[in-house]
């Protein structure tokens, strides 16, 4: 059963730094991993999808790391600003399970003005 | 180009109700996924439906909890004589036919339902 723990669990950074957010998966065998973000009170909105052939993918601040062989993903943010305050999921979509999605339990971000 | 459609966003049932759950998929998508987020647990997969059929339900409690997705209309998520442990956001995602595996989900913005 896959399994997928993000580190830390809660953070805070002063405005302009940069974001590293650390997640692991148990079972390598998937067919992509997905960064979402999620507001208080709000849905997913997906963020990054990584097949499990590439090793990272990139839209605007945001960049997302894969490595499969050791089980994890990296999402950073550079330039973080007060909006990139939410919570981020990495969900893991492994090759055995009817499309199913591991979700770890987030990454809650506090960007400090 | 709408989103994932889900109502109600609220919803409140007493104990022994039944609670109804409503996901519109997005447009041209034929693949619905239930989750459900517990409070201070992550997103829990329940159900995988495509038009008519259900592909795989081992996330769904094996009683009270039965899901739909009809040729016309939305995907239905029914919790018959809800219980106070049902108390929780219910997501809905969809994916297109084409690459299912490969496809982004998208998710709605969820239902919490409270059971008192």
């Known amino acids: 059963k896959q399994e997928v723990t993000q580190i830390p669990a809660a953070l805070s950074v002063p405005e302009g730094e940069n974001l590293v957010l650390n997640c692991s998966f148990t079972d390598s065998a998937i067919y992509n991993l997905q960064w979402f973000r999620q507001d208080p009170g709000k849905g997913l909105t997906s963020l990054l999808l990584?097949?499990?052939?590439?090793r990272e993918q990139t839209s605007g601040r945001l960049n997302a790391s894969l490595d499969k062989s050791s089980g994890r993903s990296t999402l950073y943010i550079a330039a973080s600003q007060p909006g990139d305050s939410a919570t981020y999921l990495c969900a893991a979509r492994d090759i055995y399970g009817n499309n199913r999605l591991a979700f770890g339990k987030g990454n809650q971000v506090v960007v400090i003005p | 180009n709408a989103g994932v459609m889900q109502n109600p966003r609220h919803l409140v049932r007493r104990r022994g109700q039944e609670a109804r759950l409503r996901c519109s998929p997005m447009k041209g998508h034929s693949h619905v996924y239930w989750y459900r987020q517990l409070p201070e647990e992550g997103l829990k997969f329940m159900v995988y439906l495509q038009k008519e059929n259900i592909i795989d339900e081992s996330g769904m409690p094996k009683e009270r909890f039965s899901a739909e997705f009809p040729k016309e209309g939305p995907s239905i998520l029914r919790i018959q004589q809800v219980v106070r442990g049902d108390s929780a956001a219910y997501f809905c995602?969809?994916?297109?036919?084409?690459?299912?595996?490969?496809?982004?989900?998208?998710f709605g913005n969820g239902t919490r339902l409270t059971v008192t």
């Open positions: 995602a969809s994916s297109p036919p084409t690459a299912p595996y490969n496809s982004p989900l998208h």
């Open positions: 990584i097949q499990s052939s590439q």
